[in-house]
T-cell receptor, first 116, second 113 residues
């Protein structure tokens, strides 16, 4: 099983809503990542979890709150978002933290978020 | 500051011919480079990578070349197939436990019949 799953596939939310994105992998990977991708732009790293602990936060606004309840699951809690936060949110995982030959990141299909 | 650049937003190639996708980087500290392929409505899929100690890595129809002095890498696909039509992202990193990927802006490859 080399799959990273993300739910929901699409999400439309108002600026006052609270919602969560979910990411799951069953590959035994111990590093998980959240990326944001705007249209016609490359993915941008938001957060990295290493062994279920937050290791990198790329100065992401507090209206995005990540959570890693266990080694297979990664959530992204959303609250009071702005229309400019509309984007594709990608989750990824790798066997261990860091990047090196043989430790590539596997991506999920993403959640397309629209903030109205 | 775009540290990884893909200057061709799109490329069209006939089936059976060679596709060459290019990528330039500015950070000389990068020591590991990857190519990802992305279909619409899917996440990026890892394709092939190269470490800075090598100048070529081959996997089937895909070959990546690295020219460190020019800070340039390229992906060759031979022969190109219609199923190769996708957006290709070049990515670079400095290996280590806190390393992170820096992606290029992507090149949309269309392989025509």
């Amino acid at each position: 099983d080399t799959e990273v799953t993300q739910t929901p596939k699409h999400l439309v939310m108002g600026m006052t809503n609270k919602k969560s994105l979910k990411c799951e992998q069953h590959m035994g990977h111990r590093a998980m990542y959240w990326y944001k991708q705007k249209a016609k732009k490359p993915p941008e790293l938001m957060f990295v979890y290493s062994y279920e602990k937050l290791s990198i936060n790329e100065s992401v606004p507090s209206r995005f709150s990540p959570e890693c309840p266990n080694s297979s699951l990664l959530n992204l809690h959303l609250h009071a978002l702005q229309p400019e936060d509309s984007a594709l949110y990608l989750c990824a995982s790798s066997q261990v933290p860091g990047l090196a030959p043989g430790n590539e990141q596997y991506f999920g299909p993403g959640t397309r978020l629209t903030v109205t | 500051d775009q540290q990884v650049k893909q200057n061709s937003p799109s490329l069209s190639v006939q089936e059976g011919r060679i596709s060459i996708l290019n990528c330039d980087y500015t950070n000389s500290m990068f020591d590991y480079f990857l190519w990802y392929k992305k279909y619409p409505a899917e996440g990026p899929t890892f394709l092939i990578s190269i470490s800075s100690i090598k100048d070529k890595n081959e996997d089937g129809r895909f070959t990546v070349f690295l020219n460190k002095s020019a800070k340039h890498l390229s992906l060759h696909i031979v022969p190109s197939q219609p199923g190769d039509s996708a957006v290709y992202f070049c990515a670079a990193t400095l290996t280590g436990t806190a390393s992170k990927l820096t992606f290029g802006t992507g090149t949309r490859l269309q392989v025509t019949l």
